[in-house]
Each structure stands twice: as structure tokens, then as C-alpha cells.
């Protein structure tokens, strides 16, 4: 389930980034949960 979970986080973020990919200060902001995502 935590996988899956993940995942599913993981899918959402890289559909955020990129549909917002020409905004480079909104991906950094992306990128930084992704982070803490990993790390949580």
C-alpha cells in the first residue's frame, strides 16, 4: 500500500511539472516536495 501510495504521489508531481514546466520557480517548488517525499 505505501508503494502504491507513493506512487501514486510520485504520478501526480510529474503531471504538475509538466503542465507547469515553462515555470521554472513553480517546478523548483515541485521538485522540493519531491524531496521531501523521498525523504519522509
Known amino acids: 500500500m505505501c508503494i502504491y501510495t507513493f506512487y501514486l504521489k ?17 517546478l523548483n517548488i515541485i ?3 519531491l524531496l521531501k517525499i523521498i525523504n519522509f
Not at 510520485?10 to 513553480?26: H, M, P, R, S, V
Request: charged content about 15%.
Open 10 to 26: 510520485n504520478n501526480i508531481i510529474e503531471t504538475l511539472i509538466f503542465i507547469d514546466l515553462n515555470n521554472l520557480q513553480y
Open 31 to 33: 521538485i522540493n516536495r
